[in-house]
């Protein structure tokens, strides 16, 4: 390759009218020639840039196509051909197969060079020959590349290269691969091969029995056999060989998947038991019916050797109470003074919360991750009793808040928050914690005040709403408002948010005025003066305001032209993904219009083929215009979106607002199979947080089914 003609024609292509992650690709240049030439730390700098900004977390863009031939000669120069290629491959596992957008162009241009690509699986260098291998089967062209890779395969002996070849082989054709995979996974191959033609054989359909039982179980510990793979969706073979037994969804995979897991858990062999537990964790978050199934072999192994319990907290937490025969061993771990008392103990309040009471009363300053535990996490709602002991060691703790760190504050407060006047002796601790920590304690003073000590509370509160502190000043201000029902502290508040000119400070006080209706009338005129100017590029956070200030304008003085007006822009654009939220506000807030929200109809009815907007966009049309939905169609589209985990919520919500007909014909079969059936439908992003989000899910999916019932019809 001639550098010099190769920059010359690097530098002559548009870059700066093409477009990347980050904008403008004027930057791709630069990293182009710094990847081809001898500079290797600046080179590395470039393969780091362009994977952040033309292969930016697995997106193409427009520029991909573009810059794909550029990397082919980069890669045929045989200058750092192994990591070019490899990034060529990514391209083309992102792209698609057809189309006209920015995915089908790279893998089109990343097909073109598929010569190189089958060429360089003959390459002498062994990282090439994998990376080449995987690429070319990334582009999904079967009939140019299966034969090339599996005559490779054939003489290939490096164990890396394949192993990624018998996996680019099962990609290309699956049915077609599965002897090889079968073979493959016999005991004259490597353990490395043998680990791919196992998932290669899951990968490709074929029934797990005993033999890949045993054979499974033998090549664990088995992440470091996949150590130097390309593939990185298969970086974890147990947990990916298990979710794929279970997603395929019948009693034999089912079967074969806990078998798997139980027999690992029970080996006793600690390097096991972490790759196990890690894969246990990963099928409580895809079958409903995990935690029963492995709470058996989990509470084995540990009554086993109660020494391994540290490798296994986290998936007993996610079992919760159906570990509880682990309750004594967890209490004994969590009794004693060492590292592992306070994991042990947080685990203890999932499994067994009545008995990790005591012992998280007994020494709360030093159970940080236990007393996470009790409130729930991040996310979720405290879960254990109003316990006179740990009560008072709260109201210890409270006492003393210059002792206070970190989340304590906020987990204290959620405590009293959720016992409520149980409580109310807790009250002196309270407020001489609100003045350090307002925010935090305000809403906790107002739940367990008695009714006899609300006129002191109210004052404590009130003095903190006008101290001009910001957080605590709202805080206060609310929590005054829920005790006491003075809005007079509220509204001055709310006041200046909104003259802030913030956008996140807008979209709450916005919010808060919408909740207090015409009693915040006062603020009209500031609300009005809060919105952005239209003209403007206005970004996520200032829409979101303005969609908050156009909830308001109507829950509090019926203004529907300006609300209206305020949220058509959202609800007009085709933004990216994380634009979702702001265009479901807009949709929300439009069903709270009802037929004044008339004018927004046709922006509402361009939202309802996208599965992340249908159901939301359902119960808007449900509200301003009926008429315009042909109820067993949408029913349809709203099931679509709930079986890929859109917003499966609203989506049962809409339903039941479309009335008995949305369940006509074969969508009540379709709605009694996502209720009942094994694989979840609820997938939290909140670690953890997985089995009760879909558990929420197959109660209120039932509910929906018997509120859907056509007159006459049985049970």
Not at 167 to 180: E, I, R, S, W
Not at 301 to 330: C, F, K, M, N, S
Not at 363 to 375: E, K, M, N, T, W
Not at 500 to 505: F, T, V
Request: with cysteine; net charge negative.
């Amino acid at each position: 390759m001639d550098p010099i003609r190769f920059c010359a024609e690097v530098d002559a292509h548009p870059w700066a009218d093409l477009t990347h992650a980050y904008g403008s690709a004027a930057d791709v240049p630069d990293c182009l020639r710094a990847l081809a030439g001898d500079d290797d730390e600046k080179a590395a700098e470039a393969l780091s840039e362009l994977y952040g900004s033309i292969l930016h977390q697995g997106s193409v863009y427009e520029a991909t196509a573009h810059a794909v031939p550029f990397l082919a000669r980069t890669a045929a120069a045989g200058i750092r051909a192994a990591d070019v290629l490899a990034l060529l491959g990514g391209m083309a596992e992102s792209g698609a197969d057809d189309g006209d957008g920015d995915e089908a162009a790279v893998r089109r241009a990343v097909t073109a060079e598929l010569p190189l690509l089958l060429a360089s699986v003959e390459a002498e260098d062994s990282g090439v020959r994998q990376a080449a291998g995987w690429a070319a089967a990334m582009t999904g062209a079967t009939d140019t590349a299966y034969g090339v890779l599996r005559d490779r395969f054939a003489v290939e002996t490096d164990p890396q290269v394949r192993a990624e070849l018998l996996g680019g082989l099962v990609h290309l054709d699956p049915a077609g691969t599965v002897t090889l995979a079968t073979r493959a996974a016999g005991p004259d191959e490597p353990a490395e091969v043998r680990i791919a033609a196992l998932m290669g054989c899951v990968d490709a359909g074929a029934d797990w029995g005993p033999g890949h039982h045993d054979a499974m179980l033998a090549l664990l510990p088995a992440d470091h056999l996949v150590a130097g793979r390309i593939d990185l969706d298969r970086s974890e073979p147990l947990q990916y060989v298990v979710s794929s037994l279970l997603l395929r969804n019948t009693p034999s995979d089912r079967d074969g998947a806990y078998a798997l897991l139980a027999a690992a858990l029970r080996t006793g062999r600690p390097e096991v038991l972490a790759e196990a537990a890690w894969a246990s964790e990963s099928a409580v978050q895809i079958s409903r019916s995990a935690r029963e199934r492995l709470a058996g072999p989990l509470c084995d192994a540990i009554l086993l050797d109660p020494e391994i319990t540290e490798a296994v907290l986290p998936l007993l937490r996610l079992l919760g109470g159906h570990a509880a025969q682990a309750g004594p061993v967890l209490a004994r771990l969590a009794a004693r003074d060492d590292g592992r008392a306070d994991q042990a103990l947080a685990a203890l309040v999932d499994v067994d919360p009545e008995r990790a009471v005591p012992l998280l009363a007994r020494d709360l300053a030093r159970r940080p991750r236990a007393l996470d535990a009790a409130c729930g996490g991040l996310f979720g709602s405290p879960r254990v009793p109003c316990d006179a002991a740990l009560l008072a060691a709260v109201r210890a703790r409270l006492a003393e808040p210059d002792a206070l760190g970190g989340q304590e504050p906020y987990r204290y407060a959620a405590l009293l928050e959720s016992w409520g006047s149980r409580a109310s002796s807790a009250l002196p601790e309270v407020l001489a914690a609100l003045g350090k920590f307002p925010q935090q304690m305000a809403r906790a003073l107002a739940a367990v005040c008695a009714p006899e000590d609300r006129a002191a509370a109210g004052g404590a509160l009130r003095r903190e709403a006008r101290s001009g502190q910001r957080e605590g000043g709202l805080g206060a201000a609310r929590a005054l408002h829920e005790l006491t029902g003075d809005t007079e502290p509220l509204l001055t508040v709310l006041a200046g948010r909104l003259e802030d000119g913030d956008a996140h400070g807008t979209s709450e006080a916005a919010s808060l005025a919408a909740g207090l209706g015409p009693r915040a009338a006062v603020l009209l005129p500031a609300l009005s003066a809060a919105v952005s100017d239209p003209a403007a590029d206005r970004t996520t956070p200032e829409l979101d305001a303005d969609i908050a200030v156009a909830d308001a304008l109507w829950r509090i003085a019926g203004r529907a032209e300006e609300a209206v007006r305020l949220l058509r822009g959202p609800l007009s654009g085709t933004g990216p993904s994380w634009m979702r939220w702001t265009v479901s506000r807009a949709a929300r807030v439009a069903a709270l219009l009802g037929d004044e929200g008339r004018p927004l109809t046709e922006e509402l009815r361009r939202l309802l083929p996208d599965p992340l907007q249908t159901p939301v966009t359902v119960l808007a049309l449900c509200a301003v215009a009926p008429e315009t939905l042909d109820v067993p169609r949408t029913a349809g589209l709203l099931l679509d979106s709930m079986e890929q985990d859109a917003d499966p919520f609203t989506a049962l919500d809409a339903l039941l607002g479309l009335g008995p007909e949305a369940l006509a014909g074969d969508n009540r079969g379709r709605l009694t199979e996502l209720a009942e059936r094994d694989p979840r439908v609820t997938a939290s992003r909140v670690e953890g947080a997985t089995a009760s989000a879909d558990e929420r899910f197959q109660e209120r999916a039932r509910e929906v089914l018997r509120a859907l019932r056509e007159p006459g019809e049985g049970a």
